[in-house]
C-alpha cells in the first residue's frame, strides 16, 4: 500500500513517532511548523513563501474592493451600465459603436488589472448603444497573462455592482469543426471548461453569497432566448450560411494545441478553441447575469499532421480575420442590443 507507507516516511523523516495509527494529526504538524513566543504565532514562512502568499491575496478581490471600482467608473461616467461586452482579440471596434463614450483606461481604474495582449486596448468604454447603457471591455484578462482566473474574470462583477443585467462574451477563436470556415461566427450554446478539468475555477476559494452561490449550476448558461433572436439576426444580415451554434472550449494557452489535442477536443465535442471567455461566463451565471457569447472563427484547427507552415495557427492571422469581420460581428451586436432594448 503505497498510500499508507508514504505517510510513515513523513513521520519518520520528522525525527518523531506517530501515533499508534503511525500518521501524524494536521494539529500536531501545524504546532511543529510555528514558534509560540509570548502567545503571539510566529511566521516559519522563508521571504519567498511569505511573498508568493502575499501575492496570492492580492489577487483576491472582496466584495467591498468590486464595489469601490464599480462606483468609482458609475460614478465617474454618470452611468448605470444594462449591458457589459467584452472584446475579444482584434474585436475591440465593437466598443467604437457606443455613443457619448466616456473611456477608462484600465491604468487609472484603481485595483484593475493592465491589458498585455496585441489587439486588447486596456480601456473600459461606457456610454449608449442602440438607446440601452452599456460597458465594454476593450481588452480582456487571460490566464496565460499570469492572471489567476478569479482575476482574469474580475471584471465581471465590476459590471454586475454597475448595474450590468446581460454579458455580451466575444472572442477570436479556431474552428475544430470541420464545417466551420475561417470568418464564420459561432454562437456559443455551451462549453467545456478544461481548466476546470484541472481543478483551476475563478470561484475557488471562499464564496461570498452576495455574488451567487457556493455550487452554482451551469445547465442552460447561454440564454436561448438571446441565440434564437442573433440566428434572426444572422438571417436578416443574410449571413446565416456562415453562422453556427456550437461548443466552446477554452485551454490555459499561451501555446496553439497540438494535432492530438485537437482530436481530443472534436472527440469531446468541442467545435471551437480559445484561451478566455469560460471563466468570464461561470462568473456572470455565478451573479445571475443572462449571458450571449459568440466565437469569430479565425483559423481553421489542422487535424492532420503536415509540415505545412500555412496550416500553424498565429497571432497575426488572428488578428488580421478579426479586422476583417469587424463589420459583421459589430452589426450583430448592435442588432442584438436593440432587440434587448424593445424588450427593457
Ligand atoms: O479569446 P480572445 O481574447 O478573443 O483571444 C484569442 O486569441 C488569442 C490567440 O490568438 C488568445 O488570447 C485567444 O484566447
Ligand atoms: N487556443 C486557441 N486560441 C485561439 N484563438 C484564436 N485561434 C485560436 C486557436 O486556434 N486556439
Redesign the pocket.
Known amino acids: 500500500m503505497t498510500g499508507y507507507n508514504s505517510q510513515n516516511d513523513v513521520a519518520s523523516s520528522n525525527g518523531n513517532q506517530a501515533g499508534a495509527t503511525g500518521h501524524k494529526s494536521t494539529e500536531y504538524i501545524a504546532q511543529e511548523n510555528h514558534t509560540r513566543s509570548d502567545n503571539r504565532i510566529v511566521c516559519s514562512l522563508t521571504p519567498d513563501e511569505f511573498r508568493a502568499v502575499r501575492m496570492m491575496s492580492e489577487d483576491m478581490y472582496p466584495y467591498e474592493m468590486i464595489q469601490e471600482i464599480a462606483d468609482f467608473l458609475v460614478k465617474g461616467s454618470g452611468i448605470r451600465p444594462k449591458i457589459g461586452i467584452i ?5 475591440g471596434s465593437l466598443a467604437d459603436l457606443i455613443q457619448n463614450p466616456k473611456v477608462f483606461e484600465y491604468s487609472k481604474i484603481p485595483n484593475f488589472p493592465v491589458s498585455t ?1 496585441e ?2 486596448a486596456g480601456k473600459l468604454v461606457v456610454g449608449c448603444l442602440e438607446g440601452v447603457n452599456v460597458m465594454a471591455m476593450q481588452g ?1 484578462f ?1 490566464y ?1 497573462e499570469g492572471y489567476p482566473l478569479a482575476k482574469c474574470s474580475m471584471p465581471v462583477r465590476v459590471m454586475k455592482l454597475c448595474g450590468v443585467e446581460y454579458l455580451f462574451a ?4 479556431g474552428g475544430i469543426n470541420p464545417k466551420y470556415a475561417v470568418g464564420d461566427i459561432m454562437l456559443m450554446h455551451d462549453h467545456v471548461n478544461m481548466l476546470g478539468f484541472a481543478g483551476n475555477s475563478p470561484l475557488q476559494g471562499p464564496n461570498d453569497p452576495r455574488f451567487g452561490p457556493r455550487f452554482p449550476a451551469l445547465v442552460n448558461s447561454y440564454n436561448k432566448d438571446l441565440i434564437n433572436k442573433a440566428i434572426d439576426i444572422s438571417k436578416a444580415m443574410g449571413i446565416e450560411s456562415s453562422v453556427h451554434v456550437g461548443v466552446y472550449s ?1 485551454l490555459g ?2 501555446t ?1 494545441e497540438t494535432i492530438a489535442e485537437l482530436r481530443a477536443l472534436r472527440m469531446m465535442g468541442v467545435d471551437a478553441v ?4 469560460v471563466h468570464e461566463v461561470i462568473t456572470a451565471r455565478h451573479c445571475d447575469m443572462k449571458v450571449f457569447a459568440f ?2 472563427i ?1 483559423n481553421k484547427c489542422a487535424t492532420e499532421y503536415s509540415e505545412k507552415k500555412d496550416e500553424e ?3 497575426d492571422e ?2 488580421a480575420v ?1 479586422k476583417n469581420k469587424q463589420k459583421a460581428c459589430c452589426e450583430m451586436v448592435s442588432r442584438l442590443v436593440a432587440e434587448i432594448q424593445k424588450s427593457l
Open positions: 472584446c475579444g482579440s482584434g474585436l495582449v489587439g486588447h480582456r487571460h496565460y466575444t472572442n477570436a477563436a477554452c494557452g499561451p496553439y480559445g484561451m478566455s471567455t466565437s469569430l479565425t495557427a498565429n497571432h488572428v488578428m478579426a
